[in-house]
């Protein structure tokens, strides 16, 4: 398990949303494609979402299957209207500069740290 | 802004509405038995054959090409100058406005209000010249389709009063390519479903479901609805659409299949996980299709300890 917090600062993420009690909450599952179908797929719970994907689709699927966060690969920048769906889901929205490879990695070995 | 004629584009313009002008394409409802003229026939050819056909302006077409428009206008300024024996191509007007036949009947509506002419030659991807469109054609469309919609919107109306079949009916209007609202029609019985309290992975495969459905027809299909009831007991619902329907259902409802476009892709979806995933978290599911519309129709049980409170 990790947290929003400490990914964030693994790959030095810009916060866009980011709510207080979601920040400390525990991820225990990644959701990586940029395939939302791909995602809904996903069973597990307390997931985080890591896409190249930054349209409204992105955050409405992370709220759908309940996650608690959607992390942006590959230097994109939310959209204005992802922005405000994140704050009415109430979801944690970072983004990286990292490639998604290089994200995946980095968030594996600290779900495998802890 | 200069505030529009035509009020097509208000804030509180209803679904249904947006769903009439952006959901149908041009091809759909454009004058395809187009009479047309070469460039080299003279004006007084022109003349008669406006006055036999009864027509007020025609596309002037080389190879295919259009290369331009010869109207009633131009016919009158020739016989005025005693220039009936020259060729259309010295009298038309050249360089055309034109409307593509991809394009949703909202781009013709703004046409005509951004332009004065009384018909738009329509082409094809090609170039080619494939129609023309008018406000006749229009009119005679949203006659068409007003009768066909208000019609479901009163049966869906009367279905609404009767209660043993759920306590809660929902309809959503979802629109050809709009990526923008899909996704609305989960979004808000996922809120409504947590308000009383339902076992959250129910929650989840319901608005999988619709989610799924609603993308499936923004993606595929030319516009539909999403109608979902909820009872003591179930969550039913109700995706139906106007076509083109699906070729091979057996294909669609397997993994990986799919029929999606680069462009779909580039939006996120297209991974042929649709319809399995719709199948995959409902308790029934049924679809049928043909050329004049796809239906699908999936129940999620609520558990019955656990089902919702008092909807």
């Not at chain 2, 009916?169 to 308000?195: H, M, P």
Request: with cysteine; glycine share 6%.
């Amino acid at each position: 398990m990790t947290t929003i917090k400490t990914i964030s600062g693994e790959l030095s993420c810009t916060e866009h949303i980011i709510n207080r009690s979601f920040a400390i909450a525990g991820i225990e599952h990644i959701a990586a494609s940029d395939l939302m179908s791909e995602v809904l797929v996903a069973e597990e719970e307390n997931m985080l979402v890591i896409t190249a994907l930054n349209t409204e689709q992105t955050i409405r699927t992370a709220h759908i299957v309940d996650a608690l966060g959607v992390l942006l690969v590959n230097g994109k920048k939310p959209q204005p209207g992802m922005i405000r769906l994140a704050e009415e889901f109430d979801l944690a929205l970072l983004s990286t500069k990292e490639s998604m490879f290089e994200s995946c990695a980095a968030v594996h070995s600290l779900l495998k740290r802890s | 802004m200069i505030k529009k004629l035509i009020p097509v584009y208000e804030n509180q313009t209803p679904l249904v509405v947006l769903e009439l002008i952006q959901g149908h394409k041009i091809s759909e409802i454009m004058s395809t038995n187009v009479i047309s003229v070469t460039p080299d026939i003279t004006m007084r050819d022109v003349k008669k054959m406006m006055k036999d056909g009864g027509i007020s302006g025609m596309p002037v077409v080389r190879q295919r090409r259009l290369i331009g428009i010869i109207s009633v206008e131009d016919l009158l300024n020739a016989l005025e100058d005693g220039l009936m024996d020259d060729s259309v191509e010295k009298h038309m007007s050249r360089n055309p406005v034109i409307l593509e036949e991809q394009m949703p009947v909202s781009f013709a509506i703004d046409y005509f209000e951004n332009y004065s002419y009384n018909r738009f030659p329509v082409l094809n991807e090609n170039k080619e010249l494939v129609g023309m469109l008018t406000g006749r054609d229009i009119i005679m469309h949203m006659v068409k389709v007003m009768n066909r919609e208000i019609g479901r919107l009163e049966e869906i109306a009367r279905y609404g009063h009767h209660t043993e079949i759920g306590n809660v009916i929902r309809r959503y209007a979802v629109v050809q390519n709009d990526f923008k609202n899909a996704g609305k029609a989960s979004s808000e019985v996922k809120t409504l479903l947590q308000e009383h309290k339902v076992d959250r992975k129910v929650i989840r495969a319901v608005a999988t479901a619709i989610y799924e459905l609603e993308i499936n027809q923004v993606v595929h299909s030319l516009g539909g609805e999403i109608v979902c009831r909820i009872s003591d007991h179930y969550v039913e619902v109700l995706a139906r659409d106007r076509g083109p329907g699906i070729e091979d259902i057996e294909k669609a409802l397997s993994e990986g299949f799919s029929t999606a476009t680069d462009w779909i892709r580039s939006m996120g979806f297209g991974a042929g996980m649709g319809l399995p995933n719709v199948k995959r978290v409902s308790d029934d599911f049924q679809i049928q299709s043909s050329t004049a519309g796809t239906e699908i129709k999936v129940t999620i049980n609520l558990p019955v300890d656990n089902s919702a409170e008092k909807i």
